[in-house]
């Protein structure tokens, strides 16, 4: 047998890991000495000792090696357990990469600018257009283009043709910001007329006035858009006047990559009665 000391250079786990593997019962020692508490391993449980830290190698916390080696024999089993752990790992991969591309805009709008100036806010009237609508309560914000799928696989066998100028517009019909289950609507402009859909319908949108500003890049900028919109409104004496809306000149379908995304953040508004 091993003194605890031995087993730990032999398989590469620190004494005071062993110990707590011990306690939570996930590698017990063979043989604890009654007198003096020292712990005895076996040569045969140094390969548990290498699943533990393979497993632990690839992310999974202590509570679920025990559930994986219970099962460790069973390859079935196991791929089981690897393929969740895949796909949590490819979730962190990818709110990472979210993550990262949040801080590089951030730090290019420092070193460009630092204030709200960089975004001009204009006010325009939209014109009365006709449009294909799909609205629905989905997921999250980042599920809207599920929305659009399904619009473009209802009305394709109708050949719908696209207004001139082409466009995609998302309208945010909750009153605030949602963590979930948002209700959006999106629009299409088209040319023609068409028989409604099971989800979409065809209707015409009355022209609105609106306070917009136009971006390049990424939607982690949509924060001080909104910021930039909002002190426009307020400075220059309008009271906000429906529900928010995106129009995508371009889209995430046309953009290689999300520096090559124009999007425009329009907010329909009214002037303020005067008291």
């Known amino acids: 047998m091993l003194k605890i000391g031995d087993f730990s250079k032999l398989s590469r786990i620190s004494i005071r890991m062993l110990r707590h593997y011990d306690d939570i019962g996930l590698l ?52 089981h357990f690897l393929l969740l752990k895949k796909e ?14 949040v801080i590089d805009s951030t730090i290019r709008w420092l070193r460009k600018d630092g204030n709200m100036s960089g975004y001009e806010v204009t006010l325009k009237t939209m014109p009365k257009r006709y449009v294909a609508s799909l609205r629905d309560v989905i997921p999250s914000y980042d599920c809207e283009g599920t929305l659009w799928q399904r619009m473009n ?13 082409c466009y995609g517009l998302a309208i945010f019909h909750d009153e605030g910001f949602k963590e979930s289950d948002v209700d959006v609507e999106v629009q299409s402009a088209v040319e023609g007329t068409y028989e409604d859909t099971e989800h979409v ?41 429906g529900a928010s809306f995106c129009i995508y000149h371009v889209s995430p379908y046309n953009a290689k990559t999300p520096d090559d995304l124009v999007t425009e953040v329009c907010y329909p508004v009214k002037k303020k009665e005067k008291r």
């Not at 009355?206 to 002190?231: C, H, M, P, W």
């Open 28 to 79: 017990v020692p063979n043989e604890v000495d009654s007198f003096t508490g020292y712990r005895y391993y076996l040569e045969s449980q140094l390969p548990r000792a290498g699943q533990i830290q393979a497993l632990k190698g690839m992310g999974f916390g202590l509570a679920m090696i025990g559930k994986i080696l219970d099962k460790y024999d069973d390859p079935q089993e196991l791929e």
């Open 88 to 101: 949590e790992l490819e979730e962190e991969s990818r709110e990472a990469r979210r993550r990262m591309q």
């Open 201 to 241: 319908r065809f209707k015409t949108v009355e022209e609105v006035q609106i306070a917009s500003a136009t971006y390049k890049g990424g939607y982690d900028q949509l924060t001080k858009v909104n910021r930039a919109v909002a002190d426009w409104v307020s400075e220059n004496g309008y009271d906000y006047d």
């Open 153 to 165: 696989d209802e009305i394709r066998s109708q050949n719908v043709r696209p207004a001139v100028p």
